[in-house]
């Protein structure tokens, strides 16, 4: 698909999700893709800010870097983003903390939703990260906080059906025909800022599962693993106890996107623990009301 045909859809389905819904929301997390989505979403509806809330899901073990990221990315949009701190549905019995935060954001992003009166809620997944994703629905119904593939709508043509039933709201992907370097080629075509994260820079890391993870507040090596400064970047932002980094001299998207044209492994595949788990964790995730 070329990237015109991908960036006209994208904005065709933002400005269909604000035509049809009451209230609706943008997922931001400071990642490439979340980036990608609310600039799309800016010119979508161009000279007006656009009429949606920013929500990031905050796990609290957040890369330092992306959070600045965000806060500035979206001030120089003349938006506010709204956060849903996982801290807090700790805090209020909610969930059960763990040393991974990634599968708590599911009750709070369900709970944000609920107090916010979301009926349509915008993320940047991608059908080529993972197989789960690869079964959504440009308009994802949920029957209140689950998701039941067996029972989603056929979208013929791009035909999407904008109706809801009580107690029921949408998950929209505007950007799931898009590919990782889809992704990429649009950041340089039209100078979208990104975290430096993303950009190869000399960090401490340790190996672990044939992984590199950063050394952090929230991640600390074992006493049998070796801490060693190497020049890695991150394929994708997530909760820094189970995103991994790679090797990387890429400190450009054109350099990232040559360096992407000869990967053999997806960025989830390569970077992200939680995906190891089980061939079915995201799905899990997802029926639980992850995104």
């Known amino acids: 698909m070329s990237a015109r045909w991908l960036e006209d859809e994208a904005v065709f389905l933002i400005r269909e999700a604000v035509a049809v819904a009451r209230r609706v929301a943008l997922l931001f997390s400071g990642g490439k893709d979340s980036a990608v989505l609310l600039h799309l979403a800016s010119r979508a509806f161009a000279p007006h800010p656009p009429p949606l809330i920013v929500l990031h899901v905050d796990t609290g073990h957040n890369f330092p870097e992306v959070l600045r990221f965000r806060d500035d990315f979206c ?34 992003l369900c709970d944000a939703i609920d107090e916010g009166g979301f009926d349509a809620v915008l993320g940047g997944a991608r059908r080529d990260e993972e197989r789960a994703r690869a079964k959504e629905r440009l308009f994802s119904v949920r029957a209140g906080r689950r998701w039941v593939p067996e029972r989603q709508r ?8 904008p109706h809801l039933g009580d107690g029921e709201h949408f998950r929209i ?6 590919t990782e370097l889809d992704v990429w080629r649009y950041v340089a075509a039209h100078g979208v800022a990104l975290p430096s994260l993303y950009f190869a820079h000399e960090r401490a890391v340790f190996a672990r599962d044939g992984l590199w993870y950063a050394v952090s507040q929230w991640l600390a090596p074992g006493a049998d693993e070796v801490v060693v400064t190497k020049r890695v970047r991150f394929r994708t932002v997530g909760d820094a106890t189970c995103t991994a980094a790679v090797e990387s001299a890429a ?3 054109a350099q990232v996107i040559a360096e992407l044209e000869t990967a053999s492994l997806t960025e989830r595949g390569a970077t992200r623990a939680d995906d190891r788990t089980t061939d079915a964790a995201m799905e899990r995730r997802k029926r639980e009301g992850y995104f």
């Open 154 to 161: 056929p979208e013929l043509f791009d035909v999407v059906n």
């Open 173 to 178: 992907f505007p950007l799931s025909n898009w």
């Open 251 to 253: 400190s450009d998207p």
């Open 75 to 108: 001030a120089g949009l003349g938006l506010r983003c709204q956060v849903a701190s996982v801290e807090d549905s700790i805090a209020r019995g909610r969930v059960q903390d763990a040393p991974s935060r990634n599968a708590l954001q599911s009750v709070t």
